[in-house]
């Protein structure tokens, strides 16, 4: 079960990473002059922290859309190996029952209405907005099953 654990969080960060790169803009319109020869170039760094109210308030509408599609499509992606009935604990369930309906802009608005509404949790992240404002008072919290 823990290597399921394991696995599953490794699955939801890659999920949340790939819904994430919506988020990277392009620069510059001319490419930068070559670097010399002898000089390897300096490893990009990548930014994966979650993003919060602040940096979905400085969004644009086509990278929050792309970060709840980066979501929708890692529920599919864990729905799709774990079948209907999953033998471990799952979100997907929980996430699919409660924004059933709901379409990917009507998502968007309520996030935004949280923030809005809530000046002073911009430093919630987006992923629990929709948890505890969405997900939870429609199916209710999770609860851990013990044997």
């Known amino acids: 079960m823990l290597t399921y654990t ?4 490794a ?4 999920g949340l990473t790939l819904g994430m790169s919506g988020w990277v803009q392009a620069q510059t319109a001319n ?3 070559p670097a010399a020869a002898s000089t390897p170039p300096a490893p990009a760094k990548i930014d994966l922290s979650f993003p919060d109210g602040e940096k979905w308030s400085a969004a644009t509408e ?4 792309a970060y709840l599609l980066g979501i929708r499509d890692m529920a ?5 190996l774990t079948g209907p009935n999953p033998k471990h604990r799952t979100l997907v369930e929980k996430l699919v029952k409660a924004l059933d309906g709901m379409t990917l802009r009507q998502i968007m608005e309520a996030i935004d209405a949280y923030y ?4 002073d949790r911009q430093k919630q992240p987006v992923f629990e907005v929709i ?3 969405l997900v939870t008072p429609k199916v209710g919290p999770a609860k851990i099953k013990t044997k």
């Not at 394991?6 to 969080?9: G, L, M, P, Q, W």
């Not at 699955?11 to 890659?14: E, G, I, P, Q, V």
């Not at 086509?62 to 859309?65: D, G, I, P, S």
């Open 76 to 80: 599919s992606a864990e729905y799709q």
């Open 116 to 119: 809005k509404a809530n000046p």
């Open 11 to 14: 699955l939801l960060a890659l």
């Open 62 to 65: 086509r990278e929050k859309m």
């Open 6 to 9: 394991r696995f599953a969080t």
């Open 131 to 133: 948890w505890f404002q």
């Open 31 to 33: 490419p930068a002059p």
